[in-house]
């Protein structure tokens, strides 16, 4: 039986859900799938639980009690004492400093898997280093839930694309947080900052909430998917339209922003009145391949189409291709929590241990 060792990077939320879902698959992949997963090494961003047999369910426990401050090089010689083989890096943390590292873990034979976009979204230079690095020493990197969280996004688009099918454009709300916005926002009666407050309460906005209204991060995720398509764009070329109005940018804190929301009412509430009937607003990402052209915007859209008719803190990506002509491929559903990412990632690191040998 192959025998899988996962070093996983990250055991917040995404992390410890994961751990929790590997440990339970482990039984069905020895049966079905020929593969033997272990996890020798779990790390946050100071400490990490060292165990050549694998962390067991007391995983929590053991790392409060015999967790150690660690440097890569603690991590590598430890993989290379104890013959660890098909050796899997997981970055299920949001940190640059990490992705800095990726180079030296493939060139130490690991192969990737991350929830972490970091990687994918910095210059074209090293999106494409990265590549010629994992070709060069046979190590593969998938990044399922970089876009649309469990949803299958990336392999539909990278499997479009490789069967040679021409994708002429991807269009959809590609934010958990921006869906719930707009949607409890153009269904009810209540003022945008009351929806904004409930969306922090619920968990979907980041701790400041302009980190979700900036659209920077459907422009990440923009930037993902036209990558794969062969776009060769940078971040900042991407038209992202900032729903943060000038007075209230990054100079203002934190704390002051959330004083203030209610400045925001007023906007939004136009936007809200200046459409046509049966129309809501949605925050879209959108990709023209045709033209290269990558935007993120608030748009109003009528209340019946698909994009219209999304629920919660839904995704919704259409595919626009050739042979699907005017109707688009439509892939909806929850885009974001810990639950589903992580099993993206369980479902990432199945498919990448198959194809070690
Ligand atoms: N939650 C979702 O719905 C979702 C969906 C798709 C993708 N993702 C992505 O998944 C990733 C993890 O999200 P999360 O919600 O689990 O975040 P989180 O709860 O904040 O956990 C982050 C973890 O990363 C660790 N970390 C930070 N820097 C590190 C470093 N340099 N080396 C090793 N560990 C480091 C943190 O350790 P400390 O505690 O020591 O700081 C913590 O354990 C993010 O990139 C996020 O964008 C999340």
């Known amino acids: 039986m192959k025998k899988v060792n996962i070093i996983l990077f990250g055991i917040g939320n995404v992390g410890s859900t994961l751990i929790q879902q590997l440990l339970d698959a482990k039984k069905q992949w020895e ?20 165990n050549a047999a694998g962390i067991s369910e007391n995983w929590q426990k053991d790392f409060k009690k015999s967790a150690e401050k660690y440097k890569l090089e603690d991590i590598l010689d430890f993989t290379k004492e104890n013959d660890l083989e098909h050796l899997i890096a997981i970055d299920a943390t949001a940190s640059k400093e990490f992705v800095d590292l990726y180079i030296r873990l493939i060139q130490n034979g690991f192969n990737l898997v991350a929830a972490n976009k970091v990687a994918n979204t910095l210059s074209a230079e090293f999106y494409n280093k990265l590549r010629k690095e994992l070709d060069y020493h046979g190590k593969y990197f998938y990044y399922e839930t970089n876009v649309g969280a ?20 991807i269009r959809g709300v590609f934010s958990g947080s921006l869906s719930f916005i707009f949607n409890t926002f153009s269904e009810n009666k209540e003022k945008f900052s009351d929806v904004l407050r409930k969306a922090g309460r619920l968990g979907y906005t980041e701790p400041d909430a302009r980190e979700d209204l900036s659209g920077n991060d459907v422009g990440r995720k923009l930037l993902i998917l036209a990558r794969e398509l062969q776009l060769e764009k940078e971040f900042q070329e991407i038209k992202i339209q900032s729903l943060i109005p000038e007075k209230l940018n990054g100079q203002t804190s934190a704390e002051e922003f959330q004083r203030r929301i209610g400045e925001l009412d007023e906007i939004f509430f136009q936007h809200k009145k200046d459409q046509n009937k049966d129309h809501v607003l949605r925050y879209i990402g959108e990709i023209e391949v045709g033209s290269a052209n990558l935007e993120a915007k608030l748009i109003s859209e009528p209340k019946s189409t698909a994009l219209g008719q999304i629920k919660g803190a839904d995704n919704i990506f259409e595919i626009y291709t050739e042979s699907y002509g005017d109707q688009p491929l439509v892939i909806q559903g929850a885009g974001a929590g810990a639950a589903v990412t992580a099993r993206g990632v369980v479902s990432d690191v199945l498919k990448l241990s198959q194809r070690l040998n």
């Open 150 to 169: 469990g949803l299958p996004i990336v392999q539909t688009v990278q499997g479009l694309h490789q069967a040679g099918e021409k994708v002429t454009k």
């Open 31 to 50: 049966k079905h799938s020929g593969v033997s997963v272990s996890i020798p090494v779990i790390a946050n961003s100071r400490k990490a639980l060292f």
